[in-house]
């Protein structure tokens, strides 16, 4: 047993383990080697060029994916740490939850998932695991990354009772109703943190919101009294802002977290599973300023006009590319081609999810610019 771990941890040594029987490794637990093998994939090198939330990846200082999921990987460990959880694992999970996100940000995911209605649809937290499972391809003898059980029930955040049905083990959760690892709700939260706190910087550096907006909420208004004397630097006064209230929803989430231990009795693993209820969560303080801050960044923010380009965007490329390749599968690179002609054949199988795979792995950029190509679009 690791000395730093809780006995609520996740141990690598207990995995439920991996699909496809490998040998251990002598230097690296299997949560380590999870996390290096998303690491070193392909999918996690295009979230560089995946939008957030603003349009223009090559602009300095914006969030990308790829930053974002730094951001909640770097969340997550902190808060792991200080409850005994396994950092490694967590970490993993954080690195991978978003590797299914198509180009566009949120509105590239609802445009495809339209394109892709008649076909079952798509979902980027389903796709990432698909990504780890079957897209990536590295290894002689299987497909994917072939991770951990415990890796890939974290990657699955939430999921359909019908489609948890096709999902073998990692899908009982949704039908049982029961909890995944602390490690998995940690990185669940740790999203949710990292967003709403880095969409507000991103908000005030780009000027679309001001530090002013939020003097609507009390428990704001005592955060920028402490910041006030810093006025005449409105750009520090920011940071200030915005890390004050990082900081908060933290060290709320650590606190609860450790009195839902307490409160629901977690004394193991097994526990934690069986419980009826989240275990890693917020007071219900700070339950509410999560959910006004983030009304406040739908109104004020996500739907503003420079932030709303991203969907004029995803309207615009998506669908165009969707529709050229379902009607000229041959323009498909060689692999997917491939596989498309093989569902094609195959009964159960939907052809057009190999077209959703291949947009879903585009980055802003490369899907301009095919959208260009197919379009002489300039
Ligand atoms: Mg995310």
């Known amino acids: 047993m690791h000395e730093n ?4 941890a996740s141990c ?19 949560f380590q080697r999870d996390r290096d093998r998303i690491i070193h994939s ?8 995946k939008t957030q939330v603003f349009v223009d990846p090559d602009k ?9 999921s730094l951001e909640v990987s770097q969340i997550a460990r902190t808060i792991a740490r200080e409850l005994g959880l396994n950092e490694d694992l967590t970490e993993a999970i954080c690195l991978a939850h978003d590797l299914g996100h198509p180009p566009f940000g949120h509105a590239g995911q609802e445009i495809l ?8 649809g798509f979902e980027h937290n389903l796709q990432s695991l698909r990504i780890v499972d079957l897209l ?22 939430h999921c359909d009772q019908k489609t948890a049905l096709n999902l073998g083990e990692i899908g009982k959760r949704f039908i049982n109703r029961t909890q995944p690892s602390l490690e998995a709700q940690l990185a669940n939260i740790a999203d949710l943190i990292a967003y709403n706190h880095h969409d507000i910087d991103d908000g005030l550096r780009a000027k679309i919101l001001n530090i002013n907006d939020f003097i609507q909420f009390d428990w704001a208004k005592s955060v920028i009294d402490k910041i006030e004397k810093n006025k005449d630097f409105p750009k520090l006064m920011n940071y200030e802002f915005v890390r004050i ?8 989430l650590i606190e609860e977290t450790k009195k839902n231990l307490i409160r629901f009795n977690i004394k193991n ?22 959910d006004e801050l983030k009304n406040f960044l739908m109104q004020n923010f996500y739907l503003n006009d420079q932030v709303k380009k991203l969907s004029d965007q995803a309207e615009k490329v998506i669908p165009k590319l969707f529709n050229f390749f379902l009607a000229n599968p041959k323009n498909l690179p060689p692999y997917f081609y491939e596989q498309f002609l093989l569902f094609t054949k195959s009964p159960g199988q939907e052809p057009a999810r190999i077209i959703c795979d291949y947009i879903a792995g585009m980055t802003d950029r490369f899907a301009l610019n095919h959208y260009n190509e197919v379009t002489n679009d300039k």
């Open 5 to 8: 771990l809780a006995p609520y």
């Open 12 to 30: 690598p040594e207990n995995s439920q383990g991996r699909i496809f029987h490998e040998e251990e490794s002598q230097l690296r637990s299997c």
């Open 42 to 49: 392909s999918a996690f090198r295009r979230l560089d060029r």
């Open 60 to 68: 300095d200082n914006v969030r990308t994916r790829l930053t974002h």
């Open 113 to 120: 998932n339209e394109c892709m209605l008649p076909y079952g």
């Open 136 to 157: 990536e391809h590295r290894y002689a003898s299987f497909l994917g990354l072939n991770l951990t059980f415990e890796t890939r029930e974290g990657i699955l955040k």
């Open 245 to 252: 209230l990082l900081n908060l929803a933290v060290l709320d």
């Open 269 to 290: 693993t097994k526990d934690v599973r069986s419980s009826e209820k989240t275990i890693v969560s917020f007071s219900d303080n700070l339950k509410n300023i999560q």
